[in-house]
Nanobody, 124 residues
């Protein structure tokens, strides 16, 4: 599976951005898609994930109530709507694909394919 992220940019605190992740290739073998982020000098961490075939979605505590993950199966695209952005949300955001059936999808090891990342910068 090949993944291409878009939608990153610079936004003021309190603002919104929507990230997109277009998937191509062996989509039929994909169970879920996720978003992770990596801030400067820090490890990459889980943000949100969603299954392709059900309504199950998962969120990190730090983004619950502010971020929403959604998918468009017809377009093989997953979105991350980010509202009420904070400076601590500044990071490179990565899209990831999982070809594994899991009870939940919250760890890097749950995903096998990764996009190149898109920068999100939130100014105070």
């Amino acid at each position: 599976v090949q993944l291409v992220e878009s939608g990153g940019g610079l936004v003021q605190a309190g603002g919104s951005l929507r990230l997109s992740c277009a998937a191509s290739g062996r989509i039929f073998s994909s169970y879920a898609m996720g978003w992770f982020r990596q801030a400067p000098g820090k490890e990459r961490v889980f943000v949100a994930a969603i299954r392709w075939r059900t309504d199950n979605s998962y969120y990190a505590d730090s983004v619950k109530g502010r971020f929403t993950i959604s998918r468009d199966n017809a377009k093989n695209t997953v979105y991350l709507q980010m509202n009420s952005l904070k400076p601590e949300d500044t990071a490179v955001y990565y899209c990831a694909d999982s070809e594994y059936y899991k009870i939940t999808y919250t760890a890097e090891a749950d995903f096998g394919s990764w996009g190149q990342g898109t920068q999100v910068t939130v100014s105070s």
